[in-house]
Nanobody, 117 residues
Framework: QVHLVESGGGLVQPGGSLRLSCVAS????????MKWYRQAPGKERELLAH????????NYAESVKGRFTISRDNAKNTVYLQMSSLKPEDTAVYYC??????????WGQGTQVTVSS
């Protein structure tokens, strides 16, 4: 059974930093690219970042480019999202996602990030 569990969210002041983690189980983590998304209240889910299987290739949404960094540790079955220079508009629930075999996608339960003074 595929499971994705995010953690690391919380309340942070504008300009602050957080590192989110997503621990995967139930599949061969190192064989699959991973993505981070977020969803703010009343808005559609937004793709933030993508990382290749080995971690060499990454892509970012314009809204987070230069502020967020996606990385992965295949030995720990974990993908990370390092977030810096956080803004109030970054407030959202953050999710990791994997597109598994046969086109089945799996999501974690999400972790809340609130940026507020």
């Amino acid at each position: 059974q595929v499971h994705l569990v995010e953690s690391g969210g919380g309340l942070v002041q504008p300009g602050g930093s957080l590192r989110l983690s997503c621990v995967a189980s139930g599949f061969t983590f190192s064989s699959y690219p991973m993505k981070w998304y977020r969803q703010a209240p009343g808005k559609e889910r937004e793709l933030l970042a993508h990382i290749s299987t080995g971690g060499r290739s990454t892509n970012y949404a314009e809204s987070v480019k230069g502020r967020f960094t996606i990385s992965r540790d295949n030995a720990k079955n974990t993908v990370y999202l390092q977030m810096s220079s956080l803004k109030p508009e970054d407030t959202a629930v953050y999710y990791c996602r994997v597109l598994h075999a046969l086109g089945v996608e799996y999501w974690g339960q999400g972790t809340q990030v609130t940026v507020s003074s």
